[in-house]
């Protein structure tokens, strides 16, 4: 079982910047795909960006220009360094976790095992 912890959420203006991070513990794969979801009101849950195993990163549309995604596979930590945050940014942020091989996907539906969602809000 994957437990998936985030932390670093809050508030920011504007233009400013937030740092996200997920411990996952009980990973005992070698292969696997961890992301970052956000849900904004009203709206269902999009891909912010993935990180696979094997080094491989992809974004959400139009978010790799602002934000980026890494991992320390030591000690299994998936952090997001979001800058020039927009109000549209503001939403639930989900770390998620797919440890059946080391593909990532778009589709929510593919990760098993979720965060508990951290707040990010973004005032103008």
């Known amino acids: 079982q994957v437990r998936l912890m985030e932390s670093g959420g809050g508030s920011a203006q504007a233009g400013g910047s937030l740092r996200l991070s997920c411990a996952a513990g009980g990973l005992t794969v070698d292969d696997y795909c961890m992301a970052w979801y956000r849900q904004r009101p009203g709206k269902g849950r999009q891909k912010v960006a993935t990180h696979s195993s094997d080094g491989t990163t992809n974004y959400g549309i139009y978010l790799s220009d602002r934000f980026v995604v890494s991992l320390d596979k030591d000690q299994h930590i998936l952090t997001l360094q979001m800058n020039a945050l927009k109000p549209e940014d503001t939403g639930v942020y989900y770390c998620?976790?797919?440890?059946?091989?080391?593909?990532?996907?778009?589709?929510?539906?593919?990760?098993?095992?979720w965060g508990q969602g951290t707040q990010i809000t973004v005032s103008s």
């Open positions: 998620a976790a797919r440890v059946v091989g080391r593909l990532c996907y778009t589709d929510p539906d593919e990760y098993l095992f």
